[in-house]
């Protein structure tokens, strides 16, 4: 992290370790309250490196001591509290105080305290000869009240900051994509240098009224770059289609090792997904010809049929299909200076430039070279200030780093991140963890950067709220781009512009030791001293050796295999925190695994049955445990006791039978209702759960354990949001869903052909998701009468019929509504007075629904 978010993490720890564990510091105390009153001092001087920092590579190297003494302080310190935590573990505590083990233990860090207060003597004595001073609390170029206000900036309006692309698009439109002559298969290449705006020209034509609902029977996006992967980039592809079978494609990917062999079945699902039909494809960011030849035969090429594939790239591509070619030009001067405005002057709503600071803006974009990127990023710095003195500090400080970069985007990206807060810096740094060119959902990143500890609760802001609002700031500042919305405009999916990621991997090596291993090239190139961060794809989980995991607090391994791992290396990693394995070849957790009592995040993203081991409860610190895909299991009369879990996910989960086990326990989804009969006995109305998910798994109609369940979910007063699948009868609703006044948010899954009626719901429910088959009756009257809710999602064929009519009196309330995979709908009909306050409609896959009857105030967006 940032040099002044590692003094304020250690402060804190030592803050911590001084209220929590003081017993076991007698003799010590002395020289921890001291460092902590050191490192508190030395935060304020940094305020003033990092203002020196652009101009002088000595001050740039002081800030590089600083973080790297913090970063060693805090392994000290934590390896200490890990080695109390184990004797605690193992009931040897009250021998340890005593012992001359503690003894060894309390000299060790005092000694080493000692050692880390000399080296900090040292690094302030060098600050005075570089002129570093006290900046104190000295505002900031931006007010408190400012920056919050910006990270409200929510709902997040489409394409506000859009410039010079509506002419691209309408002639792109009328000469390739929407063109009535071209038959067959066509290909339109949108070519430009990166920061262009390449991407943004092709999600405007994707998202294009006249394209949704034009002549396309399926359209699909998927990003191909300079990391392609034949195989993921089509199963990517599939999973975007209208009937895509998913489960289809994992159970191929469970039954081959054979990449070749899988590679030409995918390339066979999608061609017979296409076939027959006319599509729209956008293939985002290709690098190279050969890489667009080896997906090319993937798609079907029907002369009675039109068909457009819009590829975006830096490079020339050549094919032999018929090529319409747009070559990407940077925005004009006029266009420039109305781009900066709308970044630099955000939610001003007069849209104007004081007359002082042109001159100086002028010069600003003459750094730009009309790149829209390096114009937008250059505005998100522009809009901290405003006073021209504070432009001409950005100028100043653009030009001082021109001459150590390769290029003005370059220059200003790099002098973006070093304007950013240590606490938005060490978010953005987070965002080197994943591949390039992914798809980053807000709810993962939102995960990371909790188990990294940069999510804080404030007063009456929930940490999910802070956290979204860094996420706001970072696109603000267009740091970070947005990839989708949900219903309500808030950022659902985000993504990192190439060169933006550039940035942030260079940084993220210097800063936080981040390393990545590649293949079997082992550890790259990009590794550091100390790494503290890694992520490794394509290899085992001992690439490296056991002296360079010692630092490590994350690790993220996609599409490996763990071997049986040896104790003695698993060891090694005894600072770790979170791990995550992505599409990992194991077939249970290594015994080894027990050794990371310091783990406090683990996810596991793979398809098949897991065992939790019966040591797996050593893991006392563990909080999360997310096995998504995974069908998991505790066995027999093995009772894993875990104070800190606080959530779990699973595909399925099977064995529980003591619910107090995990007394601290917020989220459980996907229990078997068998498995939860027996935790019955245990509930109590102090249970902490806010999210459960149960699954029905009966053969015939069972009323008596519904209405088990049921008085057991009623004893749940902290229960706030419930998923129940495996439903099958209309009175099944009514016999197992509790009507708790704090239950808002329920998902029903199952098989029923009649809607439930509004008394079987809870009386304050807020959201509800149904995913019934076999619904033949339009559900919307029956529906329409839940006075408070706000939310309603209809998915996966929950309704058979064609028309749904909203009464004159229905959904008083509803903002937001989904239709999701209604295969036959054709309309919605809404009365004069019905659905009053409806904001937001999305249909997602409902190729029969048309939409031109509905009111004009409702914002309808086509997917």
């Given at each position: 992290?940032?040099?002044?978010?590692?003094?304020?993490?250690?402060?804190?720890?030592?803050?911590?370790?001084?209220?929590?564990?003081?017993?076991?510091?007698?003799?010590?105390?002395?020289?921890?309250?001291?460092?902590?009153?050191?490192?508190?001092?030395?935060?304020?001087?940094?305020?003033?490196?990092?203002?020196?920092?652009?101009?002088?590579?000595?001050?740039?190297?002081?800030?590089?001591?600083?973080?790297?003494?913090?970063?060693?302080?805090?392994?000290?310190?934590?390896?200490?509290?890990?080695?109390?935590?184990?004797?605690?573990?193992?009931?040897?505590?009250?021998?340890?105080?005593?012992?001359?083990?503690?003894?060894?233990?309390?000299?060790?860090?005092?000694?080493?305290?000692?050692?880390?207060?000399?080296?900090?003597?040292?690094?302030?004595?060098?600050?005075?000869?570089?002129?570093?001073?006290?900046?104190?609390?000295?505002?900031?170029?931006?007010?408190?009240?400012?920056?919050?206000?910006?990270?409200?900036?929510?709902?997040?309006?489409?394409?506000?900051?859009?410039?010079?692309?509506?002419?691209?698009?309408?002639?792109?439109?009328?000469?390739?994509?929407?063109?009535?002559?071209?038959?067959?298969?066509?290909?339109?290449?949108?070519?430009?240098?990166?920061?262009?705006?390449?991407?943004?020209?092709?999600?405007?034509?994707?998202?294009?009224?006249?394209?949704?609902?034009?002549?396309?029977?399926?359209?699909?996006?998927?990003?191909?770059?300079?990391?392609?992967?034949?195989?993921?980039?089509?199963?990517?592809?599939?999973?975007?289609?209208?009937?895509?079978?998913?489960?289809?494609?994992?159970?191929?990917?469970?039954?081959?090792?054979?990449?070749?062999?899988?590679?030409?079945?995918?390339?066979?699902?999608?061609?017979?997904?296409?076939?027959?039909?006319?599509?729209?494809?956008?293939?985002?960011?290709?690098?190279?010809?050969?890489?667009?030849?080896?997906?090319?035969?993937?798609?079907?090429?029907?002369?009675?049929?039109?068909?457009?594939?819009?590829?975006?790239?830096?490079?020339?591509?050549?094919?032999?299909?018929?090529?319409?070619?747009?070559?990407?030009?940077?925005?004009?001067?006029?266009?420039?200076?109305?781009?900066?405005?709308?970044?630099?002057?955000?939610?001003?709503?007069?849209?104007?430039?004081?007359?002082?600071?042109?001159?100086?803006?002028?010069?600003?974009?003459?750094?730009?070279?009309?790149?829209?990127?390096?114009?937008?990023?250059?505005?998100?710095?522009?809009?901290?200030?405003?006073?021209?003195?504070?432009?001409?500090?950005?100028?100043?400080?653009?030009?001082?780093?021109?001459?150590?970069?390769?290029?003005?985007?370059?220059?200003?990206?790099?002098?973006?991140?070093?304007?950013?807060?240590?606490?938005?810096?060490?978010?953005?740094?987070?965002?080197?963890?994943?591949?390039?060119?992914?798809?980053?959902?807000?709810?993962?990143?939102?995960?990371?950067?909790?188990?990294?500890?940069?999510?804080?609760?404030?007063?009456?802001?929930?940490?999910?709220?802070?956290?979204?609002?860094?996420?706001?700031?970072?696109?603000?500042?267009?740091?970070?781009?947005?990839?989708?919305?949900?219903?309500y405009d808030q950022v659902k999916s985000c993504r990192l512009h190439?060169?933006?990621?550039?940035?942030?991997?260079?940084?993220?090596?210097?800063?936080?030791?981040?390393?990545?291993?590649?293949?079997?090239?082992?550890?790259?190139?990009?590794?550091?001293?100390?790494?503290?961060?890694?992520?490794?794809?394509?290899?085992?989980?001992?690439?490296?050796?056991?002296?360079?995991?010692?630092?490590?607090?994350?690790?993220?391994?996609?599409?490996?295999?763990?071997?049986?791992?040896?104790?003695?290396?698993?060891?090694?990693?005894?600072?770790?925190?979170?791990?995550?394995?992505?599409?990992?070849?194991?077939?249970?957790?290594?015994?080894?695994?027990?050794?990371?009592?310091?783990?406090?995040?683990?996810?596991?993203?793979?398809?098949?049955?897991?065992?939790?081991?019966?040591?797996?409860?050593?893991?006392?610190?563990?909080?999360?445990?997310?096995?998504?895909?995974?069908?998991?299991?505790?066995?027999?009369?093995?009772?894993?006791?875990?104070?800190?879990?606080?959530?779990?996910?699973?595909?399925?989960?099977?064995?529980?039978?003591?619910?107090?086990?995990?007394?601290?326990?917020?989220?459980?989804?996907?229990?078997?209702?068998?498995?939860?009969?027996?935790?019955?006995?245990?509930?109590?109305?102090?249970?902490?759960?806010?999210e459960l998910g149960i699954e029905f798994h009966v053969k015939r109609?069972?009323?008596?354990?519904?209405?088990?369940?049921?008085?057991?979910?009623?004893?749940?007063?902290?229960?706030?949001?419930?998923?129940?699948?495996?439903?099958?009868?209309?009175?099944?609703?009514?016999?197992a869903v509790p009507q708790l006044t704090n239950l808002t948010k329920?998902?029903?899954?199952?098989?029923?052909?009649?809607?439930?009626?509004?008394?079987?719901?809870?009386?304050?429910?807020?959201?509800?998701?149904?995913?019934?088959?076999?619904?033949?009756?339009?559900?919307?009257?029956?529906?329409?009468?839940?006075?408070?809710?706000?939310?309603?999602?209809?998915?996966?064929?929950?309704?058979?019929?064609?028309?749904?009519?909203?009464?004159?009196?229905?959904?008083?309330?509803?903002?937001?509504?989904?239709?999701?995979?209604?295969?036959?709908?054709?309309?919605?009909?809404?009365?004069?007075?019905?659905?009053?306050?409806?904001?937001?409609?999305?249909?997602?896959?409902?190729?029969?629904?048309?939409?031109?009857?509905?009111?004009?105030?409702?914002?309808?967006?086509?997917?």
């Amino acid at each position: 992290m940032a040099a002044e978010a590692a003094i304020s993490s250690l402060v804190e720890l030592l803050g911590n370790l001084l209220i929590q564990k003081v017993k076991f510091l007698r003799g010590v105390e002395g020289k921890v309250e001291l460092l902590r009153e050191e490192l508190k001092m030395m935060q304020s001087f940094l305020k003033d490196a990092n203002k020196k920092q652009f101009e002088e590579e000595r001050v740039r190297n002081w800030i590089s001591s600083i973080r790297e003494l913090a970063q060693d302080a805090e392994d000290t310190i934590e390896i200490f509290l890990l080695n109390i935590e184990s004797a605690k573990n193992w009931g040897l505590l009250k021998r340890c105080t005593s012992s001359p083990k503690r003894m060894y233990h309390l000299d060790k860090i005092g000694d080493e305290i000692e050692s880390i207060r000399d080296r900090l003597d040292a690094i302030d004595k060098s600050r005075e000869r570089y002129g570093i001073k006290d900046l104190g609390e000295a505002a900031e170029s931006a007010s408190r009240w400012e920056v919050e206000s910006r990270r409200r900036l929510c709902p997040w309006q489409k394409d506000e900051h859009l410039v010079g692309v509506k002419d691209d698009v309408e002639k792109l439109l009328h000469e390739s994509i929407l063109c009535e002559e071209k038959k067959g298969l066509c290909i339109a290449v949108l070519e430009g240098m990166g920061g262009i705006g390449k991407s943004t020209l092709a999600r405007e034509i994707y998202n294009h009224p006249d394209v949704v609902a034009g002549p396309f029977d399926r359209r699909g996006w998927v990003v191909v770059s300079s990391e392609f992967t034949p195989q993921e980039t089509i199963k990517q592809l599939i999973f975007e289609l209208l009937g895509s079978d998913k489960q289809k494609v994992r159970e191929l990917e469970e039954s081959t090792k054979d990449k070749q062999y899988l590679l030409q079945k995918l390339k066979e699902m999608l061609h017979k997904q296409l076939e027959g039909k006319s599509y729209f494809i956008v293939l985002d960011d290709v690098w190279e010809k050969e890489h667009l030849e080896s997906l090319i035969t993937a798609f079907p090429n029907r002369q009675d049929k039109s068909s457009r594939l819009l590829v975006t790239t830096r490079n020339k591509i050549i094919t032999k299909y018929d090529q319409y070619v747009h070559k990407m030009s940077p925005l004009d001067s006029e266009k420039s200076w109305e781009l900066l405005l709308k970044k630099a002057f955000i939610g001003n709503t007069i849209g104007k430039c004081p007359e002082e600071f042109e001159s100086v803006g002028n010069q600003i974009l003459e750094k730009c070279h009309g790149l829209p990127l390096a114009i937008s990023v250059v505005g998100g710095l522009l809009m901290e200030t405003k006073t021209k003195s504070g432009w001409e500090q950005v100028l100043h400080q653009i030009n001082s780093y021109l001459g150590r970069t390769e290029s003005g985007v370059s220059t200003i990206l790099e002098l973006s991140y070093q304007n950013l807060s240590p606490q938005l810096k060490s978010c953005f740094l987070c965002l080197a963890f994943f591949k390039e060119d992914v798809t980053i959902p807000t709810k993962r990143l939102v995960n990371i950067w909790d188990a990294q500890g940069l999510i804080h609760q404030e007063g009456s802001t929930t940490p999910d709220e802070k956290a979204r609002g860094y996420l706001n700031e970072l696109i603000n500042r267009s740091m970070v781009q947005i990839q989708d919305l949900n219903i309500y405009d808030q950022v659902k999916s985000c993504r990192l512009h190439d060169l933006v990621r550039e940035v942030c991997l260079r940084k993220a090596k210097e800063e936080i030791g981040l390393e990545i291993v590649k293949g079997e090239k082992g550890i790259s190139s990009e590794s550091s001293y100390k790494p503290r961060h890694r992520v490794v794809y394509e290899e085992n989980l001992e690439t490296s050796s056991s002296n360079q995991n010692k630092h490590v607090r994350s690790l993220f391994l996609h599409n490996g295999y763990i071997p049986t791992i040896r104790s003695h290396y698993m060891k090694s990693y005894q600072l770790l925190k979170t791990l995550e394995l992505n599409r990992i070849d194991f077939e249970g957790l290594p015994n080894s695994f027990r050794l990371l009592i310091g783990l406090k995040c683990l996810r596991i993203h793979g398809f098949g049955k897991m065992k939790l081991p019966s040591w797996f409860d050593h893991l006392r610190n563990l909080e999360v445990l997310d096995m998504k895909f995974c069908m998991v299991y505790c066995p027999r009369l093995v009772s894993l006791k875990m104070d800190s879990l606080r959530y779990f996910r699973a595909w399925l989960f099977r064995g529980l039978t003591n619910i107090n086990m995990w007394k601290n326990i917020e989220c459980l989804r996907r229990i078997r209702h068998k498995d939860w009969m027996k935790c019955i006995s245990t509930l109590t109305s102090s249970c902490h759960l806010r999210e459960l998910g149960i699954e029905f798994h009966v053969k015939r109609r069972q009323c008596e354990e519904l209405i088990k369940v049921r008085a057991s979910l009623e004893k749940m007063q902290n229960l706030v949001i419930l998923h129940l699948s495996g439903l099958q009868y209309v009175t099944d609703i009514a016999l197992a869903v509790p009507q708790l006044t704090n239950l808002t948010k329920l998902k029903l899954y199952g098989k029923m052909s009649k809607c439930p009626t509004a008394s079987m719901f809870p009386p304050n429910l807020s959201h509800l998701t149904l995913m019934f088959t076999g619904l033949d009756d339009d559900p919307m009257a029956e529906l329409g009468k839940l006075p408070k809710l706000l939310f309603l999602k209809l998915q996966t064929h929950a309704y058979s019929g064609e028309m749904m009519l909203v009464l004159c009196d229905g959904f008083p309330c509803l903002e937001a509504l989904v239709l999701r995979d209604l295969s036959g709908l054709k309309s919605v009909i809404i009365e004069e007075g019905g659905m009053p306050k409806l904001k937001h409609l999305r249909i997602v896959r409902c190729p029969m629904l048309k939409t031109g009857n509905l009111p004009q105030h409702i914002n309808i967006v086509t997917e």
